[in-house]
């Protein structure tokens, strides 16, 4: 005789319960996050770090076969306004220095379709112009393909150029007040060696890094009669840094600036020319000497202005930035 057993439904998970586990796993996943970002953003600050690395070793190659680094870029211009000209008198071709240094950075190629004669925008150089070369690119920054050269109204573009986020060091001071007399390591037509530097090699910038979020960087040079504005300016939006435009040679050269106060990385009312990155607290540089330094937001003026200049005298702390 076969009795009739009672079959009793397996327990689950009550409502309570499931809303407890899903609470667990929310605030787990809320601690992970920051630490995920965190890790991604310290490959991709190394990776810069790395960039910035090539480029100071592509400048000491290049220095080793000319005798001296190459220029910020190069311009005719009329002599007639002073031995260095002005920025209204650069006629090209304005090629700069980042495109000088092409076969130190595994970019002969590259190098051997700019005919250097001529500007960067006309018919001989269409196919270089628009490219983007990886070890001039931040990898914490979401860059364009290409970026555009406006018009002094920034109503229309009127040149397209392949992008970039690292910046030759001009000095200090305003670009166009004298282009051609940088007290950095980067101006129109410079030819600096070694011993121009008399800060010493390990106290003077070369290379530092802006992001797309300021305003746009290239690697190919100065376009002849083009202006830089912010990108929001261009793109639409709210801009919270300053919205005066730069001539184009802004978009491969910086200054430490000292109008409208002396502006350091990451300034929050920073100038189209100035320096900025999306690493936390602050930028990426590579002196001279081919090494690389993380310079701080919070660095003080003055040692900012004095790792600007080649030969300004100054003293710097090792503990200044």
Not at 65 to 86: L, M
Not at 226 to 247: N, R, Y
Not at 282 to 299: E, M, W, Y
Request: charged share 15%.
């Amino acid at each position: 005789m076969i009795r009739n057993r009672q079959i009793r439904p397996g327990r689950g998970f009550t409502l309570i319960e499931l809303l407890v586990v899903i609470a667990i796993i929310a605030v787990l996943i809320a601690l992970l996050l920051p630490a995920v970002q965190s890790a991604r953003e310290a490959a991709r600050r190394a990776q810069c770090v790395n960039n910035l690395k090539q480029i100071g070793l592509a400048l000491h190659n290049y220095n080793d076969s000319h005798g001296v680094f190459p220029p910020g870029y190069s311009s005719f211009y009329k002599r007639d306004s002073g031995d260095a000209g002005t920025a209204e008198d650069d006629i090209g071709p304005g090629w700069g220095w980042a495109s000088f240094i092409l076969p130190q950075v595994e970019q002969r190629a590259l190098f051997d379709s700019i005919n250097f004669n001529f500007t960067l925008t006309q018919p001989h150089n269409l196919t270089s112009q628009y490219l983007r070369v990886g070890a001039y690119l931040c990898p914490s920054d979401s860059t364009p393909v290409t970026v555009p050269v406006r018009n002094e109204a920034n109503t229309q573009t009127m040149y397209t150029v392949g992008c970039a986020n690292y910046v030759g060091m001009f000095g200090v001071g305003e670009i166009g007040d004298a282009p051609g007399r940088g007290a950095g390591m980067f101006f129109r037509n410079s030819k600096i060696s070694f011993a121009g530097v008399t800060d010493g090699a390990s106290n003077t910038i070369a290379v530092s890094e802006r992001s797309h979020n300021l305003s746009y960087v290239t690697w190919t040079g100065r376009a002849v009669g083009g202006w830089l504005f912010t990108t929001s300016s261009v793109e639409g939006g709210t801009d919270k840094f300053q919205v005066d435009p730069e001539e184009a040679f802004t978009m491969i050269l910086g200054p430490a600036g000292t109008e409208d106060g002396a502006r350091t990385p990451n300034d929050p009312q920073a100038h189209v020319e100035d320096y900025w990155s999306y690493h936390p607290g602050g930028v990426n540089a590579v002196l001279v000497d081919g090494s690389v330094r993380f310079i701080k937001s919070a660095i003080n003026p003055i040692p900012w202005q004095a790792l600007a200049t080649r030969a300004g005298g100054e003293i710097i702390s090792a503990d200044a930035y």
